[in-house]
């Protein structure tokens, strides 16, 4: 059975520090992109991070280049996304997500969420 899922999540106050991490049992993520992307209520989808495992390229939305970092650990089949410097904004539910490159053109398949909450 294909399964991926995301897990870390927490409650931390602002400016501090966090890590999620995404693991994939039943198939190998380094025939994958795995991107990061979050949902807060009221707010619209977006992506934050990507790694795509097949060519190593990364992606970063602006509103996180400088503070969050992903990385991949292809022998465990986790993706990291190591989040810094955390702001009130960044509070969502943070899914993983698989695709064939980090522009997504189709999303293969989605992780359950991990909640993270920025305290100010």
């Known amino acids: 059975e294909v399964q991926l899922q995301a897990s870390g999540g927490g409650l931390v106050q602002a400016g501090g520090s966090l890590r999620v991490s995404c693991a994939a049992a039943?198939?190998?993520?380094?025939?994958?992109?795995v991107g990061w992307f979050r949902q807060a209520p009221g707010k619209e989808q977006e992506k934050v991070s990507c790694?795509?495992?097949?060519?190593?390229?990364?992606y970063y939305a602006d509103s996180v280049k400088g503070r969050f970092t992903i990385s991949g650990d292809l022998n465990k089949d986790t993706v990291l996304l190591q989040m810094t410097s955390l702001k009130s904004e960044d509070t969502a539910v943070y899914y993983c997500?698989?695709?064939?490159?980090?522009?997504?053109?189709?999303?293969?398949?989605w992780g359950q969420g991990t909640q993270v909450t920025v305290s100010s």
């Open positions: 790694v795509n495992n097949i060519d190593g390229r990364t």
């Open positions: 039943g198939f190998s993520f380094g025939r994958y992109a």
């Open positions: 997500a698989l695709s064939y490159s980090c522009d997504f053109p189709k999303a293969l398949h």
